[in-house]
């Protein structure tokens, strides 16, 4: 079973916030990467990503509150 990412354009600045919760920026940087990922995707059918990336915000969300 491999480790490999299915989105890694957004998936790889959500790691890294989670890892460094605690900077802001990274949180920022990476709320700003799935955003845009987001608002490319919308009416593309790609429900699969969007539902991922919508789980991610709210994982960011979290991170901010509990910064």
Do not use: C
């Amino acid at each position: 079973m491999g480790t490999e990412l299915k989105y890694p354009v957004w998936q790889v600045p959500l790691q890294d916030a989670i890892v460094n919760f605690q900077n802001k920026g990274r949180l920022l940087e990476s709320e700003m990467a799935i955003r845009k990922r987001l608002h490319l995707l919308t009416g593309s059918g790609r429900f699969d990503e969007q539902q991922a990336l919508l789980d991610a915000l709210s994982v960011i969300q979290v991170l901010k509150q509990e910064r």
